[in-house]
């Protein structure tokens, strides 16, 4: 009968999964720091949807140097049509929607007569793990991505004290120059990780935000150091380095849910949704990523 679905019974876990996915993400994605430190996610998208809307200002803070103390400024004649703070900038948010630019999927099945667990615990288990993966394909994305809109690039020739030394002060006077505003950070390889923890400078600093079991990160030269796995990285690429929580990432979920299978005697766990990552323009500067140094051929 219409609107019975066949008498295939139909679970849906998008709420669920959603809140797995935020919870996993704050734990386990290395590049989430650069994301504000989590996944923006929707539940109930239709199929059709093919944008994310986030709150964006471009307009910059406006600081004066001076407190006008005039006795004709918001006083005396100037009551009413003047203002000692100056000309008054007003800020709006605008919605703009971003295209997602990558999807993800899942399809298992479970078997009553095979499983050997408990239906609903085995529902539970396999959605921790979904999550789990898929937040390792934000994180590969996330590398990816930052790798893309990086506004300038470092190259180092040799890991050792002087060099590594130059490149964090090179960096430093770079995010200076900028006046950038925020927490430095620093996803750095294994290798050069290691050089930072042993170099006599490196010092460890509390910071509140570490999600580690000893609440310890390094800080070098002004950045927050975090070591990630090479596979992380694109070809040649030593380290990203950013403000914190300039980009955002962002996923989508069309489906998560379990369906009666015709096959077999169990259900048909599935999923599917669509992800993405967006800056602001006048962020990516900002971003800057260290390469190993191209020999002169």
Same mark, same amino acid.
């Not at 923006?40 to 910059?60: C, M, R, W, Y």
């Not at 499983?115 to 609903?120: A, H, I, K, S």
């Not at 910071?207 to 990160?217: T, Y």
């Given at each position: 009968?219409?609107?019975?679905?066949?008498?295939?019974?139909?679970?849906?876990?998008?709420?669920?999964?959603?809140?797995?996915?935020?919870?996993?993400?704050?734990?386990?994605?290395?590049?989430?720091?650069?994301?504000?430190?989590?996944?923006?996610?929707?539940?109930?998208?239709?199929?059709?949807?093919?944008?994310?809307?986030?709150?964006?200002?471009?307009?910059?803070?406006?600081?004066?140097?001076?407190?006008?103390?005039?006795?004709?400024?918001?006083?005396?004649?100037?009551?009413?049509?003047?203002?000692?703070?100056?000309?008054?900038?007003?800020?709006?948010?605008?919605?703009?929607?971003?295209?997602?630019?990558?999807?993800?999927?899942?399809?298992?099945?479970?078997?009553?007569?095979?499983?050997? $667990?408990?239906?609903?615990?085995?529902?539970?288990?396999?959605?921790?793990?979904?999550?789990?993966?898929?937040?390792?394909?934000?994180?590969?994305?996330?590398?990816?991505?930052?790798?893309?809109?990086?506004?300038?690039?470092?190259?180092?020739?040799?890991? $050792?004290?002087?060099?590594?030394?130059?490149?964090?002060?090179?960096?430093?006077?770079?995010?200076?120059?900028?006046?950038?505003?925020?927490?430095?950070?620093?996803?750095?390889?294994?290798?050069?990780?290691?050089?930072?923890?042993?170099?006599?400078?490196?010092?460890?600093?509390?910071?509140?935000?570490?999600?580690?079991?000893? $609440?310890?990160?390094?800080?070098?030269?002004?950045?927050?150091?975090?070591?990630?796995?090479?596979?992380?990285?694109?070809?040649?690429?030593?380290?990203?380095?950013?403000?914190?929580?300039?980009?955002?990432?962002?996923?989508?979920?069309?489906?998560?849910?379990?369906?009666?299978?015709?096959?077999?005697?169990?259900?048909?766990?599935?999923?599917?949704?669509?992800?993405?990552?967006?800056?602001?323009?006048?962020?990516?500067?900002?971003?800057?990523?260290?390469?190993?140094?191209?020999?002169?051929?």
């Amino acid at each position: 009968m219409a609107g019975e679905n066949n008498n295939q019974n139909v679970r849906s876990y998008q709420k669920q999964f959603k809140e797995l996915l935020q919870a996993v993400y704050q734990k386990q994605a290395y590049f989430r720091e650069f994301f504000g430190g989590g996944v923006e996610a929707l539940d109930g998208v239709t199929h059709n949807q093919t944008a994310f809307s986030v709150k964006t200002s471009d307009i910059p803070v406006v600081i004066r140097d001076e407190y006008n103390k005039g006795e004709n400024v918001g006083f005396g004649t100037g009551t009413g049509n003047s203002t000692r703070f100056g000309p008054r900038q007003e800020i709006i948010y605008t919605d703009t929607d971003v295209p997602y630019t990558w999807e993800w999927s899942w399809h298992e099945g479970i078997d009553r007569h095979t499983v050997n $667990n408990d239906f609903q615990a085995t529902i539970a288990d396999r959605s921790e793990l979904q999550a789990q993966a898929k937040v390792q394909m934000f994180d590969d994305h996330g590398g990816l991505f930052i790798s893309s809109v990086a506004d300038q690039t470092f190259e180092l020739a040799t890991i $050792n004290d002087d060099a590594v030394l130059e490149l964090f002060n090179n960096l430093s006077a770079a995010y200076t120059n900028l006046e950038a505003i925020g927490t430095r950070m620093a996803w750095v390889k294994p290798e050069l990780y290691n050089a930072i923890v042993d170099h006599p400078l490196a010092t460890s600093a509390k910071k509140s935000s570490a999600n580690v079991d000893e $609440n310890n990160i390094l800080k070098f030269k002004t950045f927050f150091i975090k070591e990630v796995p090479e596979h992380k990285f694109q070809d040649g690429e030593l380290a990203y380095t950013s403000i914190v929580n300039v980009g955002k990432q962002f996923t989508g979920i069309n489906t998560a849910r379990t369906i009666e299978s015709e096959d077999f005697d169990g259900v048909a766990f599935q999923g599917a949704g669509k992800a993405g990552e967006y800056i602001l323009p006048a962020n990516k500067k900002a971003v800057m990523k260290v390469v190993e140094e191209t020999p002169e051929g």
